[in-house]
């Protein structure tokens, strides 16, 4: 099932720096913005496909922001009125494509690449959650907000003096450490402790 149905997918790169570092990347003096198209959605419980173009396709545990009204040129001080809730994401990337292509698009782009759910979280404090990432049931990722190199209310004023933000539009607010490959037969799950958890399988690209 599909929790959200948004116009568009605003994702964050490198907001953790022990993340930023464990891939050889400087942290970002101001965010790092890229997309991932809403066509990459798939829900709790659906399978992640791995396509034929990359050999290493990766895991990345989120906390996914959920917009609940139109923002545009927000401040951080008045942020928290503009979302509706939180949801667990994995964003799903390629990182070979990520590496040789330049540009992000087609590395965290592909079909199945943008896990989220099982539900979408209202009224809990932005400033107090946790976001754990396992894979086979092994704990490889836990990252907390107030690690994060830019707050969720800071996020939401940088993107909306960008571009408005409507309600529904989903934000991916970047992956702690302990990224890591996914193969067909895995099963990855994101928890949020207060939210749920998301799992999902892995699967080759049948053709
Ligand atoms: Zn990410």
Known sequence: ??????????????????????????????PLLFFKPPSSLIGDGDAIVLPAASQQVEYESEIGVVIGKRARNVRAQDAAAFIKGYTCA????????????????????????????????????????????????????????????FSIPVLIEYISHVMTLEPGDLILTGTPEGVGKLTAGDVVEVEIPGIGVLRNTVTGDQG
């Open 1 to 30: 099932m599909m929790v959200v149905t948004p116009t568009k997918i605003v994702c964050v790169g490198r907001n953790y720096a022990a993340h930023a570092r464990e891939l050889g990347n400087e942290v970002p003096k101001q």
């Open 90 to 149: 994995n964003d799903v990337s390629a990182r070979d494509l990520q590496k040789t292509d330049g540009q992000w698009g087609r590395a965290k782009g592909f079909d199945t690449f943008c896990a989220v759910g099982p539900l979408v979280a209202e009224g809990l404090d932005w400033s107090m959650l946790e976001v754990i990432g396992r894979l086979n049931g092994v704990e490889r990722q836990r990252g907390r907000t107030r690690e994060m190199v």
